[in-house]
């Protein structure tokens, strides 16, 4: 193969490559967001996708039981509010072991 057709093969790969990073957008789910949140007790899911390589941004997607489909806005105060509500570990009623004993060749037992 010759140097010029080298050099052509490597500038179609370069200029396909920056194309390629420029559209990433594209392949977002997300193109409109809402900047509110609406009724929380029609919510039937919440998805959230985090950014990747094919979308270089976080993306909340909420399902409503009619089975409609909407992007909420990551930046607002309220969706940060209500994300870090779901993430939140939930605190258990039950009681914990307090002591933990183990004698030889059985299973480890909880005293409370």
Same mark, same amino acid.
Do not use: E, F
């Given at each position: 193969m010759s140097s010029f057709m080298k050099a052509f093969l490597l500038l179609a790969v370069m200029v396909c490559i920056t194309k390629a990073q420029r559209h990433q957008s594209q392949y977002c789910l997300c193109? =409109?967001?809402r900047n509110r949140i609406g009724s929380k007790t029609g919510v039937k899911?919440?998805?959230i996708y985090p950014a990747n390589t094919f979308c270089n941004k976080v993306e909340i997607?909420? &399902?409503i039981k009619s089975g409609l489909?909407?992007?909420?806005n990551p930046k607002l105060t309220a969706v940060k509010k209500l994300m870090a509500?779901?993430?939140? !570990?939930?605190t258990s009623t039950t009681?914990? !072991?307090t002591e933990l @004993?183990? &004698? !030889?060749? *059985? @299973? =480890? @037992?909880? *005293?409370i």
């Open positions: 193109h =409109n967001v899911d919440i998805q997607v909420v &399902t489909r909407y992007c909420l509500s779901i993430m939140k !570990p939930k009681a914990r !072991p @004993t183990s &004698t !030889p060749g *059985r @299973t =480890n @037992t909880a *005293r």
